[in-house]
C-alpha cells in the first residue's frame, strides 16, 4: 500500500525493507504523496533538513511517518530548489515544528507555511545565520540583534498569565502564556526550547561514534536509556551491525527499569501538583528501588553509560539477577498497595476525570504519542508494532483508554507500570548467554538509519546518517515530548488555572528531551554570572 | 485590667512556630521521612528576619510595605481577647465577633497587599483567598450563630466551656471544619498552591516582609487552635493548663495527618464543600434553635 | 426667638437657587456650591441644637375650614431624631458642596450647570423641610418635591441617554411609591386624626386606634413600606437606585445615597416607634426584608464593572443593614427584651450615620477618579495609588469601613447588630446572614479599592492627585470615619438621644463603660484598646523590623514581554459567583418577570391613551377609580 | 479507606530516608564514583583522551619543561568509565567517591606529569618514556633502534633507509 502510493506518484525508491522505506520524492509531488500516506493511516514522526551541500549540492528535508497499520516507518525526502520546499503542514498539522525548526536550524524556506515563525532559535539571533549547515561551527559566536518588543492589543477582559520560563510546575525552562477569564482559560500559547544545547551539532562535529551514545543519554534525566538506545540501534540500522542477543535482552531490562522509574516518578509528580505531598513521597519511596537498581546494574543511579553501538557494556550476572529479582518482587506488592490506594482518594480522582481532554482526531493530527495517544484511543505501541530489542520474544499487553483525560493517562501509566514488572522479569528468565557486546563493524558512507524506541512518555526517533570512519554526517533525535507538546494548549482550552499544572503535567513534559542552550565554551566549564551568561547565550 | 494577657502573648509568640516544626516533624512521620528539627522554623524565621526585603517596582509601595506589619498585628490583637495558657484575658476588650473580624482584617490586609504588588499570581491568589474567606464565612457565621444561641451570648466569659449538648458538639464539629479551612491547610491552600500559582499572595514578599506573613499565619492557626480548645476546656486552672497544652498537641497532630493525607481541591470544589457544609450547618443551627 | 434659626438654612437654600437660576458660568457653579456648604454648616448647627431642646416655629398660612384645613398650619419642628438625620445631612451636605465646587466644574462644557445650580439647593431644601416639617401632610409635599428635583439632578447629563431613562425611571418609581404615603396619610387623617396631620397629634391618637384595629395596622404597615421600601431601595423595590446613583455626579450621588435613602428610614422611625404601636410580626417582617436586601444586593455588588453601579448596589445593602436591626429591633422590644431592642435600633441609627458617611466618602472617591481620568469602568481603570495617592487613602478607609473592619466606624454598628440579634433565637438567623454578608461585603470592597487603585493599569493612565477641595472633603469624611470608629461613645450619645425622643428609653451607662461598649451579658468590645494596641504594635514593628529593602522589577516568571497580567474586575471571585448563581438566576427570572409586568403596563397605558381621547370613558373611568377609591378606603375603616 | 491504609501502611514503615551528611551511604560494588589516575601506571597514551566524550581528560605537551600533562577535571567528568574502558595500562580507575562538592576549584583538578623523552635527533621531546617502553613490546626489532626518534625524524629516517636499501641494492 505504502510502496504503491509511493511508486504511483514517481518517487525513486532508497530504500526498502520490513522496517523503513526511503523514497525521494520530487517537489511537485510532496504534498500529494503526504496527503495519500497521512490518509493511508501514518502519522507524523518527525521532520529532518539535513545541509547535503557537500554531498549533493543542496539542502534535503526528511519527512519521517510512521504506518501504525504496516507497521513501518516511511521516510520521504525531498530536495530544495533554491532553499525552496512547500509546506506538508496544511495537510498533516504535525509537521508543524518540523518545518519550523528545520527552516530555523538550516534556512530552508517552508512555501505554504501557515506561520512560519521563530521556533528554535531565541528573538535575538541574527537572520541568515544557520546552525546546522555545515559552515557553521559548534563554538562559533554570533553577535545578537536588536529585538523589538512586539506591540499586543490587550483586552481588558483578559487576564494575561506567564507560565514559565521559570515556574515551579515545571522545573524546565519552558514558557506559556496562559489568557485567562476568570480562572477559565481561554487561550494559551507555547514558547520553548529556551535550552538549545546544540547536541545535534557537537554530535556530528565533534563526537566520534561511540561518544555520541554518552550525550545522547544526556538528552533526557530520566529516560536517558532510552535515546542512548535508539541512538545505537539508528547506527545499527545504518551499519547493519549484528547485536548480541544476550545484549539485546540486558538493553530491555533496562529500558523497562527506566520505564517503571520513569513513571513512578511521574506518579509522584502528579501527587505533587495535586497537593497530596505524601503520595509523592510514597511513589518515590518506592521508585527509590529502581535507582538502586540501576546503579546495581549500571554502577550509577541513573541509567546511563550502558549502552554502545552493538551492544551493551555490562552484563548482568546470577548474583545481581537475583538481587533484582528480590527487589522486584517487592516493589510490586508496594506499588500496587500505594497506587491503588492513592486511586481511591476522591478529590484526586475528581481534579483529573474529565479534565484536559484530548480527542482522537486532534492527537491523530498533531502525531501524539506514547500514553498520551494511548489515554486518547489510539492504540500504539513502538515495543509491539516495531519490535526492537528483546520485545518481539516477550509478552506484554498494551493498555488502551477511550477518554483522552488525565484520568486516562493516569489509568494508562497505572496498567503500564505493572506490564513493566512483568516484562522485566520474562526477560530475566528468557535472557541467553553469551557475548554482550559486537565491537566488530565498519562504518558505511553515508547510510540512513533509523533507530526507535517507545520512551515512557512515547515513541522516541532518532535518525542518523553516518560520515564514515567512526563519525556521523547528520544525528536527529526526536524526544516524544516534541510531538506531544502542540497537543497541550488544545487540552489546557477551557479548563480552570487551577488545573493547567496537572494537565502540562499529564503528558509527562520532558522539556530538556525538546530542546537541544549548554554554554559549551572550548576549554572551560561556564560557570558564570549573569551577564556572562547573557553574552555568551549570543 | 489583667496584665497577665502579656504571658499569654508572649507563649504564643514564643510556641505558635514551634507548634509549626512539631507539624512540620508530624507530616515527615507521615510521609517516611526524617524531617526537620521542631526548631526549624524558628530557624528559617530569624533567617529571613535578617535579610533585607525586596520591594516589586510596579507594586503599590507605602500599601505592600505596611500590609505585613499590620496583617502580624491584627494577628496579635486577637490574642488580647482569646486566652492561650491562662485564662486570664483583657474579657472588655471584645468578644468571638472581634476575633473574627480581626482575623478576616488580616487576611483583607494581606490580600490588599498581595494585591498592590503588581503580580499577576499574587492578584489571582488574593482573590482566591478572598473567594474562600467569603465562602468559609458561609460557615463560620452560622457557628458563631449556634455558639452565640447556646449561650446566649458572643463574650467568651459565658461561652467557655460550652455546656455538653448535641448542639454545641456539633459546632464544635463545625468549627473545627473552619478553623481548618481557615488556616489554610491542604486541601484549602488553594490561595498559596504552590505548583499552581506559585505561593499566590506570598509571591513577591521577601526577606523581613515575608518573614512577618509567615509569622503571622502560625499565630493565627496557633489563635485558632486556642479559640478551639477554650470552648472545650474547664475553667479550673491546673486541669486547664495541662489539658491545654495536650490539646495543642492532640489539634497539632490531627490537623497536620489530614493535611498530608488530602490532596488540593479546586476553588469551585471548595466553595461547594462550604455550601455543603452551610447546610449541614443549618440543621445544628435548627437543632440549637430547639435548644438541644 | 433662637427656633428662628431654623429658618437659616432654608432661607440661605432659597437664596441659593435663585442666585443659581439668576448666574451663569463658572463664578455662580462656585457661589451656589459655597452658599449651599454654608447652608449645610447651618444645618449641623440646627441639629446641635436639636439634640439639647426641641426646636419649634409654627406659621398660620392661611385659614380655611375645607379638607386642606390641615394644611393652614405649618409647623417645623426638630426633636433628636430629626436632628439626628439633620446632622447627617449637614455634615454630608457640607462635604458634596465643598466637593461639588471643584468636581462640578468639568461638566462646565458639557452640562447645563444651571439646572445643577438651580437643582442642587433645591434638592437640599426640600430634604431639610422633610426633616423638619411637623405634619404629615406637609411632608408629603416636600417628599415629592423632593422626589422631583432630584430626577433633574440624576438626569444631569442630558446628552446622555442612560442618564435620562435612570431619572424617568426613579422619578416613576418613587412616584408610585408616594402614591402609597399618601393614601396612608390620607387614611390616617381622614379615619383617625380628623383631618390632623401634625405628628404628635397622630402619636397620641393612632396606636390606640391601631391596637384594636390590628387588620389596619396591618394594612399601613404593608403601604408604608412599599411607599418607604421604594425610597429606601429595599429590595423588591429598588430596581431604580443602581440606575439613578451612578448617573448623578458624583457629589449628588453622595447626596442620595448618603441622606436622601435615609429619609424613608428617619420617616420609618418616627412612624413604627411613635405612630403604632410595637407588634412582634411587623418587626419580623422588616427584619425580613432587610435579610433579603442585604443579601442579593451584595451579591450583585459583586456582578458590577462600574464604580458607581457598584457603590450604588452597596447601597442597598446598607439599607438592608439598617433595616434589619431596626426590624429586630421592634421585635424585641414588642417581646420585652427593651435594652438588646434599644441597642438594635442604636445599631440602626447607628449605621444609618456610618453608612451617610463611608459611602458618601467612597462616592466621592470614585467622582475624583472620574474626574482625574473620565471613566468610571473598573475594567479599564487601575494602578491609581501611584498618582492619586491622597485619593486611594480615603478610598481605603471608605472600603476598610463599609467592610466592618476594626476599628473603623462600620465594625462598631455591625457589631451591634450581631449582639443584639445573634443571641435571641428569632432573630438569630438575621444575625448569621449578616455575619456571612459583611465578608461578602469584604469582598466586594476589596474589589472595589483594588481594580481602581491598586492593580496594574491597563495601559498608562495620566492622572494626578485632585484639588484640594475635593481631596479635603473626602479626608474630613474617612477621618469621622476613623472618629466614630474609635470613639464610638459620641454617636452612642446622639442615638441613644434620638431613640429618646421616639419613646425608647435606653440607659446608656449600662450599655458604655468606658473604654469599653458592653452589652450585659452579651458581648463587649473597647474599641480604643483595639486602636491603641493596634497602633502602637504596629509603630513599634516598624521601628524594630524596618524596612529597607531594594526595589526590582515585579516577577513574571522570568519572561520579559509587558503581559497583561492584570486581574479582570468581571474575573473577581468568578468560581465564588459560578457556586452561587441560583441566587443571580432567580435575580434574573424576577428581572424577566417584571419586564413582562413592565410590557403589559405599557400595552394598558396605551389603551388608557386611546381611551382618554373619548372623554365620556374617561369620566366613566374616573368615576371608577373613585368609586374604588372609596370602597377601599371604607374597607379600611371596617 | 485509602487515605488510612496508606496512613497505616507509612507509620509501619517508619523513616526512609537517611541523615545523610551526618550517616555515610554505600554504594554496591563496581559503583562509577571519581576517577582517579595511578601516577604510577599511567604511561601518556592519549587513549583516555580519544575516548572521553566530554573532554575532562585531556593531554598535552609541556615542551619547554619536557613533560607530558595528563590533567582530569573533574568539573566536566561524567563518570561514563570510557577511559578506564580503554586505559591499556589500568592506570585509570572509577573509584566509589561521590562526594566531589568543594569550596576550591583545585580540588577538581589530578594533574599526572610524565616525563618525556627527547628525539636523539633533533632534541625535541616528543614521547613519554613509559609510553615508549609499553609500546616497545609491540615494535617489530627493526624498529626499535628508532624508538627515541621522534616521528618527524623516524619518518625522514624510514625513507632514507628506504633510498639508501634501493640506491644500495640491485639497480645499481
Known amino acids: ?538 | 485590667m489583667n496584665f497577665l494577657v502579656v504571658i499569654n502573648i508572649l507563649f504564643a509568640l514564643i510556641f505558635a512556630p514551634l507548634f509549626d516544626g512539631f507539624e512540620r516533624k508530624v507530616k515527615a512521620r507521615l510521609q517516611n521521612r526524617q524531617g526537620p528539627s521542631i526548631f526549624q522554623t524558628w530557624w528559617d524565621l530569624i533567617k529571613l528576619f535578617k535579610r533585607p526585603p525586596v520591594i516589586p517596582s510596579d507594586s503599590i509601595k507605602r500599601l505592600y510595605i505596611l500590609a505585613p506589619y499590620i496583617t502580624f498585628t491584627a494577628v496579635l490583637t486577637a490574642y488580647l481577647i482569646v486566652p492561650t495558657l491562662l485564662p486570664q484575658s483583657l474579657n472588655f476588650a471584645g468578644d468571638f465577633i472581634l476575633v473574627i473580624y480581626l482575623i478576616s482584617l488580616a487576611t483583607l490586609i494581606f490580600s490588599l497587599g498581595a494585591f498592590s504588588s503588581g503580580n499577576p499570581y499574587a492578584q489571582l491568589g488574593s482573590n482566591r483567598e478572598v473567594s474562600l474567606l467569603m465562602s468559609e464565612e458561609l460557615v463560620l457565621a452560622f457557628v458563631v450563630g449556634i455558639l452565640a444561641l447556646i449561650g446566649r451570648s458572643l463574650s467568651f466569659e459565658i461561652l467557655f466551656p460550652l455546656p455538653l449538648k448535641v448542639s454545641s458538639i456539633l459546632g464544635l464539629a463545625l468549627l473545627f471544619v473552619v478553623i481548618y479551612v481557615s488556616s489554610a491547610r491542604i486541601p484549602f491552600d488553594i490561595p498559596e498552591a504552590e505548583p499552581e500559582i506559585i505561593e499566590g499572595p506570598l509571591i513577591e514578599y521577601s526577606g523581613k516582609h515575608l518573614a512577618l506573613l509567615e509569622y503571622s499565619i502560625y499565630l493565627k492557626r496557633f489563635l485558632l487552635y486556642s479559640l478551639f480548645l477554650n470552648f472545650i476546656l474547664p475553667k479550673e486552672t491546673t486541669i486547664r493548663t495541662g489539658g491545654f497544652l495536650l490539646g495543642l498537641i492532640v489539634l497539632s497532630i490531627v490537623y497536620s495527618s489530614l493535611e498530608a493525607y488530602y490532596g488540593r481541591f479546586r476553588l469551585d470544589q471548595a466553595i461547594k464543600l462550604m455550601k455543603k457544609l452551610s447546610a449541614v450547618a443549618l440543621v445544628a443551627w435548627l437543632i440549637a434553635l430547639m435548644g438541644w | 426667638m433662637a427656633d428662628l434659626i431654623l429658618l437659616v438654612p432654608a432661607g440661605i437654600l432659597i437664596a441659593t437657587l435663585l442666585l443659581g437660576l439668576a448666574g451663569k458660568g463658572r463664578t455662580s457653579l462656585y457661589l451656589s456650591n459655597i452658599l449651599s456648604a454654608i447652608s449645610s454648616l447651618s444645618i449641623c448647627y440646627v441639629a446641635f441644637l436639636g439634640f439639647k431642646k426641641s426646636l419649634e416655629l409654627k406659621f398660620q398660612i392661611y385659614s380655611s375650614s375645607s379638607i386642606v384645613s390641615s394644611l393652614n398650619w405649618l409647623i417645623l419642628r426638630v426633636d433628636s431624631l430629626s436632628a439626628f438625620f439633620l446632622l447627617i445631612l449637614g455634615v454630608l451636605g457640607f462635604c458634596a458642596s465643598l466637593y461639588g465646587i471643584k468636581y462640578m466644574e468639568h461638566y462646565l462644557n458639557k452640562g447645563n450647570v444651571k439646572a445643577y445650580n438651580f437643582n442642587y439647593p433645591i434638592f437640599l431644601l426640600t430634604m431639610y423641610l422633610v426633616l423638619i416639617s411637623w405634619d404629615l401632610l406637609w411632608f408629603i409635599i416636600f417628599w415629592e418635591l423632593m422626589s422631583f428635583f432630584s430626577q433633574f439632578l440624576v438626569a444631569f447629563e442630558r446628552s446622555n441617554e442612560k442618564a435620562i431613562k435612570a431619572a424617568f425611571k426613579y422619578f416613576y418609581m418613587t412616584k408610585a411609591g408616594a402614591e402609597f404615603l399618601v393614601l396612608t396619610i390620607v387614611a390616617v387623617t381622614l379615619k383617625v386624626t380628623n383631618f390632623n396631620a401634625n405628628y404628635s397629634e397622630i402619636a397620641r391618637l393612632l396606636p390606640l386606634y391601631l391596637q384594636s384595629n390590628p387588620s389596619t395596622l396591618y394594612f399601613l404597615t404593608f403601604a408604608l413600606l412599599i411607599g418607604f421600601g421604594v425610597k429606601a431601595a429595599m429590595i423588591p423595590l429598588h430596581s431604580w437606585l443602581p440606575d439613578a446613583h451612578p448617573e448623578a455626579p458624583s457629589n449628588v450621588s453622595a447626596l442620595l445615597s448618603g441622606a436622601m435613602i435615609k429619609l424613608p428610614i428617619y420617616m420609618l422611625f418616627r412612624f413604627f416607634l411613635t405612630f403604632f404601636p410595637k407588634d412582634t410580626s411587623i418587626g419580623l417582617i422588616i427584619a425580613f426584608f432587610g435579610a433579603i436586601t442585604l443579601f442579593f444586593s451584595i451579591m450583585y455588588a459583586l456582578l458590577q464593572d462600574d464604580s458607581k453601579r457598584l457603590l450604588a448596589f452597596s447601597s442597598i445593602d446598607n439599607i438592608g443593614y439598617i433595616l434589619l436591626p431596626f426590624g429586630a429591633g421592634l421585635y424585641l422590644i414588642a417581646i420585652g427584651n427593651e435594652f438588646l431592642g434599644a441597642v438594635a435600633l442604636i445599631a440602626s441609627l447607628y449605621h444609618t450615620i456610618n453608612h451617610a458617611f463611608f459611602k458618601g466618602l467612597l462616592f466621592l472617591t470614585a467622582g475624583s477618579v472620574a474626574y482625574e481620568t473620565g471613566s468610571r469602568d473598573l475594567n479599564y481603570l487601575g494602578g491609581l495609588a501611584k498618582q492619586m495617592p491622597l485619593t486611594a487613602f480615603t478610598a481605603l478607609i471608605g472600603s476598610l469601613s463599609i467592610a466592618g473592619m476594626p476599628p473603623l466606624n462600620g465594625f462598631v454598628s455591625k457589631w451591634l447588630i450581631y449582639v443584639s440579634t445573634l443571641s435571641t433565637p428569632a432573630t438569630s438567623l438575621f444575625g448569621i446572614i449578616a455575619l456571612f454578608i459583611s465578608a461578602v461585603t469584604l469582598a466586594a470592597f476589596v474589589k472595589y479599592f483594588t481594580t481602581i487603585f491598586t492593580r496594574p493599569p491597563l495601559e498608562e493612565i495620566k492622572a494626578k492627585e485632585v484639588p484640594f477641595l475635593m481631596w479635603s472633603s473626602q479626608m474630613l469624611l474617612a477621618l469621622l470615619c476613623i472618629l466614630f470608629g474609635v470613639y464610638p461613645f459620641l454617636p452612642l450619645k446622639l442615638t441613644s438621644s434620638a431613640l429618646n425622643s421616639v419613646g425608647v428609653q435606653i440607659e446608656l451607662a449600662k450599655l458604655t463603660i468606658f473604654p469599653s461598649i458592653v452589652v450585659p451579658k452579651t458581648g463587649s468590645f473597647s474599641p480604643i484598646i483595639i486602636f491603641a494596641f493596634l497602633l502602637i504594635a504596629t509603630a513599634i514593628l516598624v521601628l524594630l523590623i524596618p524596612t529597607r529593602g531594594k526595589e526590582m522589577s515585579t516577577w513574571s516568571c522570568g519572561s520579559k514581554e509587558k503581559l497583561n497580567a492584570r486581574i479582570p474586575s468581571n474575573a473577581y471571585y468568578m468560581d465564588f459567583k459560578e457556586e452561587f448563581s441560583e441566587v443571580y438566576k432567580l435575580g434574573d427570572s424576577s428581572k424577566a418577570l417584571m419586564e413582562k409586568a413592565l410590557k403589559f403596563g405599557r400595552k394598558l397605558g396605551l389603551r388608557f391613551e386611546v381611551l382618554s381621547y373619548n372623554l365620556d370613558s374617561m369620566l366613566f373611568g374616573a368615576m371608577l377609580l373613585i368609586v374604588l377609591l372609596v370602597i377601599l378606603l371604607g374597607g379600611v375603616s371596617l | 479507606m485509602g487515605r488510612l491504609s496508606l496512613i497505616s501502611k507509612s507509620i509501619s514503615i517508619g523513616k526512609v530516608t537517611e541523615k545523610y551528611p551526618f550517616a555515610p551511604i554505600e554504594v554496591p560494588e563496581d559503583f562509577r564514583g571519581k576517577p582517579k589516575i595511578d601516577t604510577e601506571k599511567c604511561i601518556g597514551c592519549t587513549s583516555c583522551m580519544n575516548a572521553c566524550p566530554p573532554r575532562a581528560l585531556e593531554v598535552y605537551d609541556d615542551l619547554e619543561r619536557g613533560v607530558r600533562v595528563v590533567h582530569l577535571f573533574l568539573g566536566r567528568c561524567i563518570f561514563c568509565a570510557r577511559c578506564q574502558d580503554v586505559c591499556p595500562t589500568g592506570a585509570i580507575k572509577l573509584t566509589k567517591e561521590f562526594e566531589l562538592a568543594t569550596l576550591s576549584d583545585e580540588d577538581l583538578h589530578q594533574i599526572v606529569e610524565l616525563q618525556m623523552v627527547r628525539c636523539e635527533e633533533c632534541g625535541k621531546p616528543f614521547d613519554t618514556f613509559r609510553h615508549l617502553l609499553y609500546s616497545v613490546k609491540e615494535l617489530p626489532p627493526w624498529q626499535r633502534e628508532m624508538l627515541f626518534l621522534c616521528p618527524e625524524c623516524r619518518a625522514k629516517k624510514v625513507s632514507e633507509l628506504l633510498t639508501f636499501a634501493k640506491g644500495g641494492g640491485g639497480y645499481v
Not at chain 1, 526511503?22 to 510532496?30: E, G, M, P, R, Y
Not at chain 1, 539535513?50 to 539542502?59: C, Q, S
Not at chain 1, 530555523?104 to 541568515?128: A, K, S, V, Y
Not at chain 1, 476525570?353 to 486518547?376: D, F, H, N, Q, W
Open chain 1, 1 to 538: 500500500m505504502l510502496i504503491e502510493i509511493l511508486e504511483k506518484n514517481g518517487s525513486k525508491i532508497i530504500r526498502h525493507d520490513e522496517n523503513i522505506i526511503i523514497a525521494l520524492v520530487s517537489n511537485k509531488k510532496l504534498k500529494k504523496v503526504a496527503k495519500e500516506l497521512f490518509d493511508a493511516g501514518c502519522y507524523y514522526a518527525t521532520g529532518v533538513g539535513v545541509d547535503e551541500r557537500p554531498k549533493n549540492g543542496a539542502f534535503a528535508m526528511y519527512h519521517i511517518l510512521n504506518c501504525e497499520d504496516e507497521k513501518r516507518y516511511v521516510i520521504i525526502k525531498t530536495f530544495a530548489e533554491e532553499l525552496k520546499i512547500p509546506s506538508i503542514t496544511p495537510v498533516i498539522c504535525g509537521a508543524n515544528w518540523a518545518e519550523r525548526e528545520a527552516m530555523d536550524m538550516i534556512g530552508i524556506e517552508f512555501e505554504g507555511h501557515p506561520e512560519p515563525e521563530r521556533l528554535i532559535m531565541p528573538d535575538d539571533w541574527p537572520n541568515g545565520v544557520y546552525p546546522l549547515r555545515k559552515e557553521f561551527h559548534y563554538n562559533q559566536k554570533v553577535p545578537a540583534i536588536e529585538v523589538k518588543p512586539k506591540k499586543r492589543k490587550k483586552d481588558p477582559k483578559i487576564m494575561e498569565v506567564p507560565v514559565g520560563p521559570f515556574h515551579p510546575t515545571l522545573h524546565e525552562p519552558e514558557s506559556f502564556e496562559l489568557y485567562i477569564e476568570g480562572e477559565k482559560i481561554v487561550g494559551a500559547s507555547y514558547r520553548g526550547f529556551h535550552v538549545h544545547r546544540g547536541l545535534e551539532k557537537l554530535a556530528e562535529e565533534r563526537l566520534t561514534l561511540n561518544q555520541v551514545p554518552f550525550l545522547a543519554e544526556r538528552i533526557c534525566g530520566i529516560c536517558g536509556f532510552t535515546h542512548n538506545c535508539a541512538y545505537c540501534q539508528a547506527v545499527e540500522d545504518a551499519a547493519k551491525i549484528e547485536v548480541p542477543e544476550r545484549a539485546e535482552y540486558i538493553r530491555t531490562i533496562l529500558l523497562e527499569v527506566e520505564r517503571l522509574h520513569s513513571h513512578l516518578l511521574w506518579f509522584g509528580v502528579a501527587c505533587h501538583l495535586l497537593g497530596f505531598d505524601s503520595g509523592f513521597m510514597h511513589t518515590w519511596r518506592i521508585r527509590e528501588a529502581f535507582m538502586d537498581i540501576a546503579e546495581l546494574l549500571t554502577g550509577n543511579r541513573k541509567t546511563y553509560g550502558m549502552n554502545l553501538v552493538g551492544g551493551v557494556r555490562r552484563d548482568i550476572d546470577e548474583n545481581k539477577k537475583k538481587k533484582l529479582l528480590e527487589i522486584l518482587d517487592k516493589t510490586k506488592k508496594e506499588t500496587k498497595e500505594i497506587l491503588d490506594n492513592v486511586a481511591e482518594m476522591k478529590e484526586l480522582i475528581n481534579r483529573m476525570e474529565g479534565v484536559g481532554v484530548l480527542p482522537k482526531k486532534e492527537a491523530r493530527e498533531i502525531g501524539v504519542v506514547g500514553p498520551v495517544a494511548r489515554a486518547s484511543g489510539i492504540d500504539t505501541d513502538i515495543r509491539r508494532d516495531h519490535p526492537y530489542a528483546a520485545y518481539g520474544e516477550l509478552d506484554f499487553k498494551v493498555p488502551v483508554y477511550k477518554e483522552g483525560d488525565v484520568l486516562a493517562r493516569f489509568l494508562v501509566r497505572y496498567e503500564e507500570t505493572f506490564e513493566s514488572f512483568w516484562i522485566v522479569e520474562q526477560a530475566l528468565d528468557q535472557m541467553p548467554q553469551g557475548e554482550i557486546l559486537n565491537e566488530d563493524y565498519e562504518l558505511p558512507e553515508f547510510a540512513y538509519g533509523l533507530g526507535y524506541t517507545e520512551a515512557p512518555r512515547g515513541e522516541d526517533v532518532h535518525f542518523v546518517i553516518t560520515e564514515g570512519g567512526n563519525k556521523l554526517y547528520r544525528w536527529r533525535p526526536r524526544a516524544p515530548t516534541y510531538n506531544n507538546l502542540p497537543a497541550v494548549p488544545i487540552m489546557l482550552m477551557g479548563e480552570k488555572l487551577a488545573d493547567a499544572p496537572i494537565i502540562i503535567a499529564s503528558i509527562d513534559p520532558c522539556f530538556s528531551c525538546t530542546d537541544h542552550v549548554a554554554i559549551i565554551e572550548k576549554g572551560r566549564v561556564c560557570r558564570c554570572s549573569l551577564e556572562e551568561y547573557l553574552r555568551l547565550k549570543r
